[in-house]
């Protein structure tokens, strides 16, 4: 039998098949060669008479570390309005590690309640990011972001308290715990484990931990092929680091108001980061 990890807890597996879902753990041949499963995977199962086994976990088409999930078609960056203010230079970095992992990201906007989701569009306005300007709180702008995701499997990641949960109650019409925004505002986020959700339309929708800082893996040449606005640029010479060198068509394009100065302070703020990473590396 086939189906599809949806949770895990305490070394069970919950697998949703077309019998249901049903409680499993991994057969001892996965710890011996190091295979861990993740929340996503596509397992066979054997049935027994106090639940199941899983025998196989078929090849992943990607996955994440921080959660460990596989087969991810839409990784839907959420960043608030206000409370908490944006970070675009997180905002960037998840953006970049779902290009990466060969994940599709899409920008989520949330609160716009608060105030105008027109500032941080007009951050990413060249880029070509899809992008949903919403309201949980009166759901406003959900069903174009559900209608979207429909028969796709979306993880939300975002820092904590930019209402990621909340998102997914509105489109599951299901009850998350979640925690409130804590008075300093940097938010609270109590979901108390991983879990694939299913929708009423088809697919599959994730809540990840909300943080405050993220490491990318990206080579620092080829970091600039992870900001859609500037990959296509034509420079003089090749490996450009678009920071120091003249003739340089990332910085062309910045200057024509092509590239938003708060992409490309991110871009060298990253690269800088990623260069002093290949030169101190962690022990």
């Known amino acids: 039998m086939t189906g599809t990890i949806v949770k895990g807890i305490g070394g069970f597996y919950y697998i949703r098949t077309d019998e249901g879902v049903i409680e499993c753990k991994a057969r001892g041949i996965f710890r011996k060669n190091g295979t861990v499963p993740m929340i996503g995977d596509i397992v066979d199962i054997s049935r027994e008479k106090s639940g199941g086994s899983i025998e196989k976990i078929y090849e992943r088409r990607n996955f994440l570390v921080r959660p460990p999930v596989a087969n991810i078609d839409i990784l839907a960056v959420v960043a608030a309005c206000k409370n908490p203010d944006p970070n675009t230079n997180l905002l960037d970095k998840m953006l970049i590690n779902a290009e990466t992992a060969g994940i599709e990201p899409v920008i989520c906007i949330n609160k716009r309640d608060l105030a105008s989701p027109k500032e941080l569009e007009e951050v990413y306005r060249f880029c070509g990011y899809k992008i949903f300007a919403v309201c949980a ?21 975002g820092l904590s308290g930019v209402g990621k949960s909340s998102i997914m109650n509105v489109i599951t019409d299901n009850f ?6 804590s008075r300093i505002n940097r938010g609270r986020h109590t979901t108390r484990h991983v879990e694939l959700m299913p929708l009423a339309g088809g697919g599959y929708v994730l809540d990840t931990p909300g943080f405050g ?6 080579e620092p040449s080829e970091l600039y092929l992870h900001f859609p606005e500037m990959r296509n640029r034509v420079c003089r ?8 060198e003249p003739d340089c068509g990332v910085k062309d394009a ?3 108001g092509e590239i938003t100065a708060e992409r490309y302070e991110s871009y060298k703020e990253i690269y800088e980061d990623l260069k002093r990473v290949r030169k101190y590396p962690k022990n």
Do not use: N
């Open 237 to 244: 010479f090749r490996g450009c680091s678009h920071i120091t």
């Open 213 to 218: 800082s993220m490491e990318i893996t990206a």
């Open 137 to 157: 709180a009166d759901g406003g702008g959900i069903p174009e972001l559900s209608e979207y995701i429909r028969g796709k499997t979306t993880a939300f990641s």
């Open 176 to 181: 998350m715990q979640t925690g409130d925004v």
């Open 254 to 256: 910045l200057a024509a």
